[in-house]
């Protein structure tokens, strides 16, 4: 048996005699608890008889460990002969010795300490074949002696294995499951070498030879690897063909997937683990990584594998697959961690067009999570009193007069400080909350213009121009909004511009253009943002109720160097203001920064600029000092 050490055999007598004295001794020697004497002849010879015709195999051992007696079931179980274990070490019998914990509890029960104890252990038989064996060491009572039983649990082991199998693989492609794989994830990282590289601690420095991967724990690295892959498209494939063809790819996907990663090599804890996580989801879990170089040759054979089209009982299709990348130190890593960054890897190989893998990127990620606790916090955000809103002066070309405002938003967030609208207005329309936000600034900027107006009588009153998304248009009444504020305000509708981009107007149609036309009607300028850089669609222009151009700022920038000006970008802005001022509209020109840039287009027609040559967004009470103030410099 394993564990047995070698050495001549004992001389015996009889076994019957043996058992004989080991089971009588404590009746000779110690008298019953009762204070009684001992059993009768009769009672010891059906006792001696009973341990030696037993099933189970026993042992009966002194307080020193070494055996003293043993049945022919316990000989049998470790294939000699019962006399032949006599004053042998139990525990080298039966391995008891291989751990420290099994060991003590064992030395508890031969010195009484104990009352018993049990542990499975497995054995292996002079034959060359394995079981199980569950061991149980228990006082004899009234004795200094333990009494040892050994029962072969081997089938029920092999019972609970196939259990297991079947519980921790999927049915259809026979990998490992998703329990299955967390559970060999969290003991990788359970078993990760204490003085692995750091994150950032290069693979094998130039400096350090000595610390390459090869010296962490005969091989081990200390990092792990994991490919999450989910396939493009799948869905098609079981709404079309059917379920059970898409079983049957899925299989062949699984095979392919297997061969990759057996060719990818082999790792101290074994081959790479294959698994599917649910769905058209996959894993192939690399323990003792050696860097982002190995996952990502592996994911590039993975897609290549994949690119060959599948025959499938007369039906050939073709797969990608979108494989989300990550590889890092195990220490410090968790479980939930590393899926999480799979998750968000696999979620950008998907957005950046799918059929590609993508590695995980920490820069990219930390923005994700700022963008996600900006999204969470942006709602209350409004009714806290987060926002607060700039403005910046539309001034006159021809004479230097400020004709308007933009209302410009900022987030004063309370971790992350002042935010631009770029910041959050992208999420504030993809949540739907750009329709609060909206509302409020639409109608703190109407009564900041309305104020202005009241503070200087005599001046001629401003406008403000007020940004609207294309989903404030489509999620809630705008004109209903416009025509309250207003009135409440007591703002005349003239003073009041509204920006669109012109890729939200210019796509308009239906309820959109008809809220546009409505707020025409109603006195208010809508002006095209940004224009230049989207459809440009000139025909379509001349059918929206549109009364300002905004130049995009690009234009512009091509002015800025007088010396070498390039002439395209002044035919093209000088075509745009005649195109506009022919269809009655007035143009104005954003990001003017020089008073070179200021003259060109002053020469070209444009009516308005805007920028830092006259005044960053700038607070409402500076506002009122330009106000009747003497013209800015043009």
């Known amino acids: 048996m394993n564990g047995t050490p070698e050495g001549p055999v004992h001389p015996e007598p009889p076994e019957q005699h043996a058992a004989d004295r080991a089971l009588t001794e404590r009746h000779t020697r110690y008298p019953d608890s009762t204070g009684r004497a001992g059993r009768t002849d009769a009672e010891l010879r059906d006792c001696r008889a009973a341990f030696q015709v037993s099933r189970l195999a026993m042992a009966v051992v002194d307080e020193g460990g070494t055996v003293v007696a043993a049945n022919d079931s316990f000989g049998t179980l470790l294939g000699t002969e019962p006399g032949a274990l006599r004053d042998q070490a139990a525990a080298d019998l039966v391995d008891l010795a291989s751990d420290g914990r099994t060991w003590h509890a064992y030395r508890e029960v031969l010195g009484g300490r104990r009352s018993r104890f049990r542990c499975t252990r497995r054995l292996k038989h002079p034959d060359g074949r394995s079981l199980w064996a569950e061991i149980t060491v228990a006082p004899v009572p009234d004795s200094r002696r333990v009494l040892l039983s050994i029962a072969d649990i081997s089938d029920r082991r092999e019972l609970q294995a196939r259990l297991r199998h079947l519980q921790m693989h999927d049915p259809v492609t026979r990998l490992p499951n998703r329990a299955l794989f967390f559970e060999r994830l969290s003991a990788a990282l359970e078993a990760a070498v204490p003085d692995a590289p750091e994150e950032d601690e290069p693979v094998v420095s130039a400096h350090r030879p000595d610390r390459s991967y090869e010296s962490y724990g005969y091989g081990r690295t200390g990092r792990i690897g994991l490919c999450y892959l989910d396939l493009d498209g799948f869905k098609a494939v079981n709404d079309t063909l059917g379920h059970r063809v898409g079983d049957r790819l899925l299989a062949a996907v699984a095979a392919r997937l297997t061969e990759c990663a057996d060719r990818d090599g082999y790792t101290r804890s074994g081959g790479h683990l294959v698994a599917r996580l649910g769905g058209d989801e996959f894993a192939i879990l690399v323990e003792d990584s050696t860097g982002t170089e190995q996952l990502a040759d592996l994911a590039g054979s993975v897609l290549g594998a994949l690119q060959h089209p599948f025959d499938l009982a007369g039906q050939r299709l073709s797969v990608s697959a979108s494989i989300g990348v990550v590889e890092r130190s195990a220490r410090g890593t968790t479980a939930t961690a590393l899926m999480q960054a799979a998750d968000t890897t696999l979620y950008w190989a998907k957005a950046d067009g799918k059929a590609r893998w993508t590695l995980f990127d920490p820069e990219r990620n930390a923005h994700r999570m700022t963008r996600q606790a900006l999204s969470s916090t942006l709602r209350p955000a409004v009714e806290l009193g987060e926002f607060a809103l700039e403005y910046q002066p539309?001034?006159?070309?021809?004479?230097?007069?400020?004709?308007?405002?933009?209302?410009?938003?900022?987030?004063?967030?309370?971790?992350?400080?002042?935010?631009?609208?770029?910041?959050?207005?992208?999420?504030?329309?993809?949540?739907?909350?750009?329709?609060?936000?909206?509302?409020?600034?639409?109608?703190?900027?109407?009564?900041?213009?309305?104020?202005?107006?009241?503070?200087?009588?005599?001046?001629?009153?401003?406008?403000?121009?007020?940004?609207?998304?294309?989903?404030?248009?489509?999620?809630?009444?705008?004109?209903?909004?416009?025509?309250?504020?207003?009135?409440?305000?007591?703002?005349?509708?003239?003073?009041?511009?509204?920006?669109?981009?012109?890729?939200?107007?210019?796509?308009?149609?239906?309820?959109?253009?008809?809220?546009?036309?409505?707020?025409?009607?109603?006195?208010?300028?809508?002006?095209?943002?940004?224009?230049?850089?989207?459809?440009?669609?000139?025909?379509?222009?001349?059918?929206?109720?549109?009364s300002v151009l905004?130049?995009?700022?690009?234009?512009?920038?091509?002015?800025?160097?007088?010396?070498?000006?390039?002439?395209?970008?002044?035919?093209?802005?000088?075509?745009?203001?005649?195109?506009?001022?022919?269809?009655?509209?007035?143009?104005?020109?954003?990001?003017?920064?020089?008073?070179?840039?200021?003259?060109?287009?002053?020469?070209?027609?444009?009516?308005?600029?805007?920028?830092?040559?006259?005044?960053?967004?700038?607070?409402?009470?500076?506002?009122?000092?330009?106000i009747g103030s003497e013209p800015l410099p043009v």
């Open 394 to 546: 539309l001034v006159d070309l021809a004479d230097g007069a400020v004709r308007g405002v933009e209302a410009l938003v900022r987030w004063n967030h309370p971790q992350f400080g002042s935010l631009a609208p770029n910041r959050f207005i992208g999420i504030a329309e993809e949540d739907g909350s750009i329709v609060e936000l909206g509302r409020w600034v639409l109608d703190t900027a109407c009564r900041q213009a309305r104020q202005w107006q009241k503070d200087h009588p005599r001046e001629r009153p401003i406008f403000v121009s007020v940004n609207v998304a294309v989903r404030q248009v489509w999620d809630s009444d705008l004109v209903a909004d416009v025509a309250g504020i207003l009135a409440e305000t007591g703002l005349a509708p003239h003073l009041l511009q509204l920006e669109l981009t012109e890729s939200a107007v210019m796509g308009s149609a239906g309820r959109p253009l008809q809220a546009l036309q409505a707020l025409s009607d109603m006195g208010v300028r809508i002006a095209i943002d940004d224009f230049g850089t989207g459809y440009s669609n000139l025909a379509y222009l001349s059918r929206l109720p549109v």
């Open 550 to 626: 905004k130049l995009d700022g690009s234009f512009v920038r091509g002015f800025q160097d007088e010396e070498h000006a390039n002439p395209a970008d002044e035919l093209i802005v000088e075509a745009l203001v005649h195109l506009a001022h022919r269809l009655g509209l007035t143009v104005t020109a954003e990001c003017v920064e020089t008073s070179g840039q200021a003259d060109r287009l002053r020469r070209i027609g444009c009516d308005t600029g805007q920028g830092w040559l006259y005044s960053r967004a700038v607070a409402p009470d500076r506002i009122a000092e330009l």
